[in-house]
């Protein structure tokens, strides 16, 4: 049984790693090269190699060389846990803008961003539109003399008040939501999606519309643009033909735009430096990784990755619901398919094929949120049970199923189990309003409300029996 875990980065995947190995009574130490935090972690700290022991293939142990304030050390782990991410080297393609040699203005990478003050009275260029572009976008706006969004493909923008002013994640996120989009053709959630996010402001006429809507790209949450559009403080544009010394000229747009300021927000790659290739190799913006934790291959499952995938979701209980996982495989209480098995769904998610079923996923990483994590929870006996908790519990059912997806609820059962999950789920709503009921206001009862409950309750029934059908 593993008992001395490394964890290499104390982001959140790697806070949650150390919270799960103390839960199952292990030994963590995590090491990270910044300062940002203090404690009983050895900061300031590089990982500079992570090797098998000699007599790997029957200890399953680890060697890591570290190096602090110059001086180079080595330990051995039982496991280790690589919890670094996928931000973790700036991507800069600067072939890809030709003439960016010979701008004279100032250029650099969205990473390097700190404050919108470098931006007073200039003209700026944002080149991606992602969350951190149009954010940037956004806060310069507000002090540059012009600001241009440059984006090859579009994107949807939501806003983080969503339908009636509750939280989007919260809406979008329930397993009723979830049950039908995944039930429905592609070209019909394709649709659904676009109609959706139209209900707050027309894409095409604000020139954000994707142009491929058959995959889902990443959404863009940003509750400002649309506003910075339409009062002329933010342009969008498309993107880049060639950069000049003091000027940008936009594909199929021949005038030439005048740019003081150009910021990179062109995404990271990730690489593990640390581990050799025959241990995790990086190919096409992913690895070889089954179900994107553990790597196939290894005679001894003690090698396990937290963190490298994109959900439709946040990020935060993914990654402590990869740890809960992780962790009881390295401590042998679970076990993983023999590896041809593993290797097999490996190659398969590689592949990427579409089931032309539900939302389809464009790039590596990207995963079904809720559908990902209960297949994990499966694994320790952690997923909510619906059909029992309608016979035993039909409120707490019916608020799991058309409610907010929130980690309360991997909380339910299992290992880890916590005995204020249900009140914590029922009560919610309560929480997140608490704040903007400054006002109390009388609520009128609804002579609809008893025939919706009842709608909903069979609407459950029907869901839950397509599930166990």
């Not at 394709?190 to 996010?197: F, N, P, V, Y």
Request: hydrophobic content about 40%; aromatic content about 12%.
């Amino acid at each position: 049984m593993a008992r001395r875990v490394a964890i290499v980065g104390a982001g959140v995947s790697g806070l949650a790693s150390v919270k799960c190995c103390l839960e199952e009574g292990l030994e963590p130490t995590c090491f990270e090269r910044s300062d940002d935090l203090g404690g009983l972690w050895r900061f300031t700290t590089k990982v500079c190699s992570i090797t098998k022991c000699p007599d790997f293939t029957v200890s399953g142990q680890w060697e890591v060389v570290t190096l602090h304030e110059g001086k180079h050390e080595s330990a051995i782990f039982d496991a280790i846990m690589v919890c670094t991410g996928f931000l973790t080297d700036p991507y800069l393609p600067l072939d890809s803008f030709p003439g960016i040699n010979a701008f004279k203005g100032q250029y650099f990478h969205s990473r390097q961003y700190k404050h919108p003050d470098i931006f007073k009275d200039k003209r700026v260029l944002v080149v991606g539109m992602g969350n951190s572009g149009t954010d940037i976008a956004v806060e310069a706006s507000h002090l540059a003399k012009k600001v241009f969004l440059s984006t090859t493909g579009g994107a949807w923008v939501l806003s983080r008040v969503f339908d009636s002013g509750y939280p989007w994640d919260m809406v979008f996120m329930t397993r009723f939501q979830n049950l039908l989009r995944n039930s429905l053709p592609t070209p019909i959630v394709t649709w659904w999606i676009a109609r959706k996010m139209d209900n707050r402001f027309s894409h095409a006429n604000y020139g954000l519309i994707p142009e491929d809507r058959t995959q889902l790209k990443e959404f863009v949450l940003n509750d400002e643009l649309p506003g910075r559009i339409i009062t002329g403080k933010v342009f969008i544009r498309p993107s880049i033909k060639e950069v000049k010394e003091n000027s940008v000229i936009f594909n199929n747009t021949p005038k030439e735009e005048p740019i003081d300021i150009i910021v990179f927000a062109t995404g990271y790659t990730f690489a593990f430096p640390f581990l050799d290739e025959s241990v995790v190799k990086v190919e096409d913006g992913q690895a070889s990784l089954y179900k994107y934790i553990f790597p196939a291959h290894l005679q001894k499952p003690t090698l396990a990755v937290i963190g490298l995938i994109k959900p439709l979701g946040s990020m935060i209980p993914t990654g402590e619901t990869q740890a809960r996982w992780a962790i009881r495989v390295l401590k042998g209480v679970n076990k993983l398919p023999p590896p041809n098995v593993m290797i097999e769904e490996v190659n398969a998610r590689k592949e990427n094929k579409p089931s032309w079923f539900g939302l389809c996923y464009c790039k590596a990483l990207q995963s079904d949120y809720i559908t990902y994590i209960d297949e994990l929870l499966t694994y320790i006996n952690a997923k909510p049970n619906l059909f029992s908790m309608l016979l035993t519990d039909p409120r707490l059912a019916l608020t799991v199923f058309f409610g907010p997806c929130s980690p309360y609820q991997f909380r339910l059962t299992g290992p880890g189990k916590w005995e204020g999950a249900r009140n914590a789920i029922m009560t919610q709503w309560d929480r997140t309003f608490k704040v903007t009921k400054s006002r109390i206001v009388q609520d009128s009862p609804s002579p609809l409300e008893s025939l919706l409950k009842f709608f909903s309750f069979l609407a459950l029934l029907i869901a839950v029996f397509l599930i166990f059908l």
